[in-house]
């Protein structure tokens, strides 16, 4: 059930590039509002259930004091990691990072008129928001389509993690977090198709990469999962590890929240659709928590 819920989450990237590429106008209010509800549901069970839930398994191993320390440093850990590997992205290839409208429209619209990516490199402060620099020289196709996959997989590969450790301990708390992560990857199946496209000039290319982009999620998570279990030599991973895993895993769905989801929100949204998303997923997340709680 854990790695189901993670394809599931995983292969939102393919509604993001069916978005992209055939309907005709994007519903830029309705990625805001989704991006929102994400964003609520990520942090709130990020503070009030992941966190608390990792300590609490941490302290039981190695008492209150050296488990609050433990927990403070997987969590803030978890948030270097993923900031790592952001800032180690170029933006233009980096599936976290909002495209303008602009870059879009070709995608769906071969009559549109390309970006002035020129413009863009000479001048990026001048640039609209969310307009990158897509030029590629033509023998460097091959390396930016790898590099794109690449920056892709490590991307999803923390999204993925939360979403098959969350299954794994509370089935009820993974189906949450597969909905947020599916909701925050449809914007992300937008983004990872833009600089795809760009690079090769092929839409279908680029709309099999953003479909398969997701597979990233759940193959990397159950790849960790193995490996973790082969190195500690059995066949679970002990409490003390899940709950420093959880922790971490907290540091990075914060991380993901205010860095990308509510920016993005905003950039797509109108007036208070931002706070109006991420107040409801919060709201729904405490309700299926509360619901889980009474069975």
């Not at 870059?103 to 009559?111: G, Q, Y």
């Not at 549109?112 to 000479?122: C, E, M, N």
């Not at 983004?191 to 290319?205: E, F, H, L, Q």
């Not at 409490?239 to 509510?262: H, K, T």
Request: hydrophobic share 55%.
């Amino acid at each position: 059930m854990a790695l189901g819920l993670t394809f599931f989450a995983g292969l939102a990237t393919g509604v993001g590039s069916i978005i992209a590429f055939f309907a005709s106008k994007a519903n830029y209010r309705f990625l805001s509002l989704s991006t929102g509800f994400s964003g609520g549901v990520m942090l709130y069970v990020a503070f009030v259930e992941i966190l608390p839930k990792g300590g609490e398994a941490i302290a039981a191993a190695y008492g209150a004091a050296g488990g609050r320390w433990l927990s403070a440093l997987a969590f803030f850990g978890g948030m270097a990691l993923i900031a790592i590997i952001d800032n180690l992205v170029p933006s233009a290839g980096n599936p976290h990072e909002t495209h303008s409208q602009e870059e879009i429209e070709p995608l769906h619209n071969a009559a549109a008129a390309l970006p002035d990516f020129q413009a863009i490199a000479d001048n990026p402060a001048a640039a609209k928001p969310g307009a990158h620099d897509h030029r590629v020289a033509p023998d460097k196709l091959l390396r930016m389509g790898l590099l794109t996959a690449l920056a892709i997989g490590v991307h999803n590969f923390p999204e993925g993690l939360a979403t098959f450790l969350a299954a794994l301990d509370s089935p009820g708390l993974g189906v949450s977090i597969a909905v947020a992560v599916a909701l925050h990857n449809i914007p992300e199946g937008i983004s990872v198709a833009v600089p795809i496209y760009y690079a090769t000039g092929n839409r279908k290319k680029a709309f099999v990469y953003s479909l398969l982009s997701g597979i990233a999620e759940p193959a990397g998570a159950l790849a960790a999962y193995l490996l973790l279990c082969l190195a500690l030599g059995q066949s679970s991973i002990p409490p003390q590890i899940m709950g420093i895993l959880f922790a971490a895993v907290a540091g990075i769905m914060v991380y993901i929240s205010l860095d990308e989801l509510l920016p993005t929100s905003r950039a797509y949204g109108q007036g208070h659709d931002a706070i109006a998303g991420l107040v409801a997923g919060m709201i729904a997340m405490e309700l299926s928590l509360l619901l889980m709680k009474m069975e």
